[in-house]
């Protein structure tokens, strides 16, 4: 949670400083590239190939041959990356020519996004090191420093552009780059943040190159499967904004803004309910008990949809007024609300598919069946494709959100059709039954939000700070009220099971506090 509101503050930063002009469309395309590599690597197929290898030492050799492993992953990494980024560094220009050929239009806005990717090129080093300790450490059960790592890449952007914004103003240097700057010091302070615990642990760096290990094929071999199986939804994104680029200034900004603002309830329940369940689902599936993987995956699953349903009618229901608070200040003016809230609505659909694919793809891998989600992700990545150039014909850049909303449900579904049949089942009468009625409570309660949210604009009036939040906060909470009633009308159990895990998890002792629940 708080490596999301963390998040979320960093793109009030961007928003207030620097809009959803020319100069922050560019940031965004400088930044895609990197940023893919980066929910590839730390929230998708490192994870997704790595863990179950490094499980798998720990468990069935010993935890020395486990952190040789480490150190020959980390020196590999370092390696493949540093080529990357060298040879990015060299075609640049190219690169952004590929993305943005229509940034040229606008005068010097195609030579600053050659200008900030150059400076945040190296960032795929830093991501690909840090996601390599995430996934050591989320082997050895402990998920909550991992879980802050995003929070460090958030708070060194942050803090460098706090600290650089008026130094580079006074200079005459673009005031961006200190945003670019920031994502690098971010980069680092997740390496830095979970080093400590790792060596607490037990693990000490050298840097070995072999490429022959068993292990390091074994990921390898897994990880290229996995990197296409997961890259679903960030091809998609990166399709929308290559489209986005040709819809006029701010489009791709808007995209990039609300679909921040629904990755946060994916990063809150659907990467936190898929990062702790993985472990789990690698070691059933090394004991090939698919009894158990299909109560663990379904567990999960229900937990999301509990958690990930409410919030994207939520984010539907008050789009307008949460852009509103968040973002609506300084350079991010009113028709940059109105046009990002309409983006919001039109992603938020796909809330549930992006979620429910960050727990189904891994367990694919951790079953060691590869080619099942690189087929549906390929599928996928088509059907998107053609859902944005048609879609973005009629409904300009609401149409790419659209598209990759139908897109990730697509692969969702398909996914967990898939893999009924591969482990005997996936609960699926129970997980029909439970979306039905945690639906209907979300519905009802997107209803009375609407409404209330309505009439309180008539009593609360003002665009002060303040107005907008008590406008918004006491519609939240009301509803939330008429959530929880319904909840328990419907005799959801899930709904229990989350008020019973959240509260479990506040009165534990900080002894324990990594440990799942």
């Known amino acids: 949670m708080g490596s999301r509101l963390l998040g979320i503050i960093r793109d009030m930063l961007f928003a207030g400083f620097f809009g959803a002009g020319n100069v922050m469309d560019a940031f965004n395309i400088a930044f895609r590239v990197p940023n893919l590599l980066r929910d590839l690597f730390a929230e998708g197929a490192m994870s997704a190939a790595f863990v179950p290898v490094f499980t798998r030492y720990l468990t069935g050799k010993s935890r020395d041959e486990a952190w040789r492993l480490g150190s020959i992953v980390l020196s590999s990494l ?134 022959r290990h068993e292990g390091l094929r074994q990921v390898g071999v897994l990880m290229l499967p996995a990197v296409v199986g997961l890259a679903a939804v960030q091809v998609n994104l990166l399709v929308n904004s290559i489209l986005a680029t040709s819809e006029g200034t701010g489009a791709v900004s808007w995209l990039q803004y609300a679909f921040r603002l629904m990755y946060l ?33 379904s567990s999960g699953l229900r937990m999301m949809l509990m958690l990930n349903v409410p919030a994207m009618a939520g ?68 059907l998107n494709v053609v859902l944005n150039v048609t879609l973005v014909r009629v409904l300009s850049y609401r149409g790419l959100a659209l598209g990759t909303a139908i897109a990730s449900l697509f692969n969702a579904a398909a996914l967990l059709w898939l893999l009924r049949r591969r482990i005997g089942g996936v609960d699926g009468r129970r997980l029909c039954v439970a979306l039905l009625k945690i639906a209907s409570a979300s519905a009802l309660m997107a209803l009375v939000a609407v409404a209330l949210f309505a009439w309180l604009n008539r009593y609360i009036t ?47 002792r900080t002894g324990t506090s990594e440990r799942p629940a």
């Open 78 to 211: 370092f390696v493949i990356t540093g080529v990357l980024v060298v040879a990015g560094l060299v075609f640049t220009e190219p690169l952004v020519d590929l993305f943005a050929s229509a940034f040229r239009a606008e005068p010097g806005k195609f030579q600053l996004t050659v200008l900030l990717a150059r400076v945040m090129l190296p960032f795929l080093i830093l991501v690909a090191l840090a996601a390599a300790c995430m996934g050591m450490l989320n082997s050895l059960r402990r998920f909550f420093v991992p879980a802050l790592s995003p929070a460090m890449f958030n708070v060194g952007t942050i803090v460098t552009i706090l600290a650089l914004y008026p130094v580079f103003v006074w200079l005459g240097v673009r005031p961006i780059m200190a945003g670019a700057l920031g994502t690098l010091v971010g980069g680092l302070g997740q390496i830095l943040l979970q080093w400590p615990l790792l060596r607490k642990e037990g693990f000490r760096y050298r840097f070995v190159l072999d490429w």
């Open 315 to 382: 984010l539907i229901a008050l789009a307008v007024p949460i852009v509103e608070l968040i973002f609506e200040r300084g350079q991010f003016e009113r028709p940059d609300t109105i046009a990002t809230a309409a983006a919001v609505v039109f992603y938020a659909p796909g809330l549930v598919g992006y979620s429910a694919v960050k727990i189904a793809a891994p367990t694919f891998y951790a079953l060691r069946v590869s080619r099942i989600p690189v087929m549906v992700s390929v599928a996928t990545m088509v």
């Open 265 to 297: 309830p994916i990063g809150l329940f659907g990467v936190s309910i898929a990062t702790a369940v993985l472990p789990s689902i690698s070691r059933q599936a090394d004991n090939k008990d698919h009894a158990a993987i299909r109560g663990t995956l």
């Open 462 to 508: 003002g665009v002060s700070e303040i107005a907008r939040g008590a406008r918004l906060f006491l519609t939240i909470g009301a509803s939330l009220g008429v959530l929880v009633v319904a909840a328990k009308a419907l005799r959801i159990r899930e709904f229990d099971d989350a008020v019973r895990l959240f509260v479990g998890r506040l009165t534990r």
